[in-house]
Structures are given as C-alpha cells and as structure tokens.
C-alpha cells in the first residue's frame, strides 16, 4: 500500500538548483522508499497520472511566486519535503502558505520525519481502499440473537451502513456464515489444533487445554476461510450477539492473525470500528484498539450494565470515564500490551467454554478516535490511560481509568457517536489530522 508520488519541479531552476534537486530527491526515495514509489521528475504543469497520489517538491524556489496558473493546474495533494532531514525547511514556510491561499491546493508540510511517514502511508491505504480493498464478516442474522433489544440498535448492520461505506471508501464488505464458521472449527481434531498451535507463546490463566484448543481451531477456520476467499485486510465476527452459534469465541484468533499477518479485526461485527481502524492503524502504525467508553456522566446506566456498584472515586467525575470490554480492559494483540493473559469467559452471553483476554497497554497519553456513522467526519478526544480498576465478580474485572485531557466530559456526551471507541496509543492528534486531511474528513478534537 506505498504511495505513487510524482516529483515535480519549479521553472527557472540554474545548475546549481537542478543538482540540489536531483540529490534532495535521492534522499527522499531513501528516506521513504518503504511508504512511497518515487516517478520520474517532471516540471511543474505536466500532465498529471490517474495513477499519482501526490506531488512531491523535494526543492521549492522564488519561481513559484509567478507560477499561479501552471501550479493551479495540480489537482491531487502536494508534498514538501526539501530538507536534507526529509522534512519541509523553515524557509519554505512563505510558499507553502502562497500555495494553499493563492492556488487552493491541498498541501502537506511535514515537519518531522514520522508525520512524513503518516502522510505518506494514509496516502497508499486510501488509494488502495479506494481499488476495492476487502473486509471479511462472520455473521448470520445479526441482532436476531443474545440481547436483541440492545444490539438491533446498531447501524453497522443495516445495509444502507454498508453501502454508505463502501461508497464513500471504495471498499467491499463481503459476509460469510458465523454458523458455518463455527461447523468447521468444530470439525478439526484436537491433534490438528496442536499442530497449528505448535510454538505459539500465549500466556493462559485458568484455561484448560481443551477450551484452548476450541480457540486455536477457530483460528483455523477463520484462516482457512480467508485463504479462500483471498486478499483480506481485516475481518472480524458477530461474537456476542450470535454467541450461541459457538463453543468459544474468537478472541485468540484475531490475536494472532495480527501477531502472525497483521490482519486487523474488529468485535461484534461493527464495520463503522474496522474501517476506522483500518484507516487509523496503517497511517500512524501505532497500537490501536476498540473497547467500549462508559463515561461517569451515564451514570447508573453504565454501572447496571457492567453489574457494578459505584465509578472509581476520583477528584473530577464528570471527565472521566471508563473503558471496559467483555469483562477486561478490551482486546489488544500481545505486542501492544505490558501484560496479556487468556482467560475464561466472564459475561454470560457466550457459552461456559468461551475465553477472553484481560490486557493492559501502559498508562498515558492517548486519543480516543472513531469515524462518525456519516463517513465524512472523524471525532479525536484527547485522554490518557490513569490506571487500571478492578471489581471483582462484577462484569468489569479489570478497566481502564481515563480521564478526558480538556475536562470536557458534558461536551463529550454530547458529541459521542457510538460506545465503541479507538483507543490511539500517544500524544498523536497531529497525525491523526494530517491523516483526515488525506481523506478530506472534517474533524472534532475535543
């Protein structure tokens, strides 16, 4: 998924300048040649490729000023990077902003080498979702099943969300039977599954090998079924709502699916969170997750639900909240995370031999993250992980403490547009705009 840059320079360049550039351009392909395909220089006005992501200016000089009407004929995103360093030099700032006021274009001034990099990777993933990049879903009937009342809420299911995606992302969202799914895990043998298993490193806590296996041979279907089908970037599973379809859930697959190919997932077959991860995960390549956001301002809606009594006592209720997911924190791969066990099930919705995962990513700075149900705007809540909570017996063994960074929470309830919600490791609101500009999202930071 490398971006197709097209390099491009200004007119009136003297010798000197056509060697700068020429070595400027060196260093970029150098810098960036894992996220970017370097083209043929050509001089600013050529014809521009369907093909092309961006231009790229390794070199700007005096010329562009007198250069409005060739420069206003680009109609794809500009990239300037003509440091030494990979980034844009501070004494094109006067340019770059002549280009963005005086010719409208949309151009990238990246000042470190990692946003670089960010711009560059949002660049290729959405012309490669743009090319008909395809998600895998396990599902039947969805919100037919276990607590129907809750999930025949949920607008990932409808078709008109699914068509809302795929038009707007240029991607496929193919369904194949969870039932079936579940027909051929069950029919593989436990020796098969010890086969596959076979130096896997996945720390168990009170599983019996038996329950494991179940995991491992559901693992082996899902792979199997993506084999088939062919060129998969995420999948995920109707998992609660259709747990009766199921002797474990799939918690240990999409563990190691990412661990193994870097396949993302997604839980309860929400579309709207994989393609939000999609997008998010192969821009910045930081650890992100899904769980589920319970601010304190819900109030006893959240505590019913979670089966506890009272929030964590903290100073400033209101802009806190937290996250929970199946019973633990939520699942991450065990390369996010500074502790990762699999457990036995904690809610009652799946069967008594399914399993889950009680992890935790370290404390800290992180952005919670999610694409509105429009398909035109991204939402970023700036928080931080604070600690880790337990209630023992309850629905919540073990959550996350967050606190809302802004001390916005009644800002946040109004603007929350699902309970599911990324959780973005790091201080990284800089990225995650410069990766909604690639896509031409409007956004909200809260």
């Known amino acids: 998924m490398r971006a197709t840059l097209l390099p491009m320079y200004l007119p009136g360049r003297n010798e000197r300048e056509q060697e700068e550039f020429i070595n400027q351009l060196a260093i970029l392909e150098e810098l960036y040649g894992q996220q970017a395909e370097f083209l043929s220089p050509v001089p600013a006005g050529e014809t521009i490729s369907a093909q092309v992501d961006a231009v790229v200016f390794p070199q700007l000089i005096g010329s562009a000023f007198e250069a409005k009407d060739i420069l206003s004929r680009i109609n794809i995103p500009i990239v300037v990077l003509t440091s030494q360093f990979g980034t844009v030099e501070m004494w094109d700032w006067e340019i770059v902003s002549f280009l963005r006021e005086e010719t409208g274009l949309t151009v990238f001034s990246p000042y470190t080498v990692e946003l670089a990099k960010v711009i560059l990777r949002a660049l290729g993933s959405k012309r490669a979702m743009g090319d008909g990049i395809r998600f895998l879903m396990f599902q039947d009937s969805p919100g037919e099943g276990m607590q129907a009342g809750i999930f025949k809420r949920f607008y990932w299911w409808e078709q008109a969300c699914t068509a809302r995606m795929e038009e707007a992302f240029g991607i496929k969202i193919l369904y194949r039977s969870y039932k079936e799914l579940n027909e051929r895990a069950q029919a593989l043998s436990d020796e098969q599954a010890e086969e596959v298993c076979a130096g896997w490193d996945v720390p168990l806590c009170g599983v019996s090998r038996e329950n494991y296996l179940k995991a491992v041979k559901l693992y082996k279907a899902v792979k199997d079924t993506m084999a088939e089908v062919g060129q ?6 109707n998992c609660l709502n259709e747990s009766f379809l199921s002797e474990t859930t799939p918690c240990l697959a999409w563990n190691m699916l ?20 999609f997008i998010v995960y192969n821009a910045l390549k930081r650890p992100t997750m899904m769980t589920n956001i319970y601010p304190f301002l819900v109030g006893m809606a959240a505590l019913k639900h979670e089966k506890i009594d009272t929030f964590p006592d903290v100073s400033n209720p209101d802009h806190h909240a937290l996250g929970v997911h199946c019973g633990y924190f939520g699942l991450a791969p065990q390369s996010f995370c500074r502790r990762w066990e699999l457990k036995p099930r904690v809610l009652e919705i799946v069967g ?17 993250a999610k694409i509105h149900p429009n398909m035109k705007k991204m939402i970023l809540i700036e928080a931080e992980i604070s600690d880790y909570v337990q ?25 929350l547009c699902s309970h599911h919600a990324l959780i973005v490791k790091g201080e990284c609101v800089h990225e995650l705009l410069a990766l909604a500009q690639v896509y031409q999202f409007d956004t909200e930071v809260l």
Not at 352 to 366: Q, R, S
Request: aromatic share 6%.
């Open 352 to 368: 008594e031999d399914a399993l889950m995962v009680d992890c935790e990513i370290e404390p800290g700075p992180i952005i919670l």
């Open 391 to 415: 209630y023992p017996g309850s629905d919540c063994r073990n959550g996350a403490l967050i606190h809302f960074k802004n001390n916005n929470g009644h800002q946040i309830m109004q603007t």
């Open 232 to 237: 998969i970037h995420g999948v995920g599973a």
């Open 258 to 277: 990412y661990e193994k190919d870097d396949i993302i997932w997604v839980c309860e077959g929400d579309t709207v969170t994989m393609v939000s991860k």
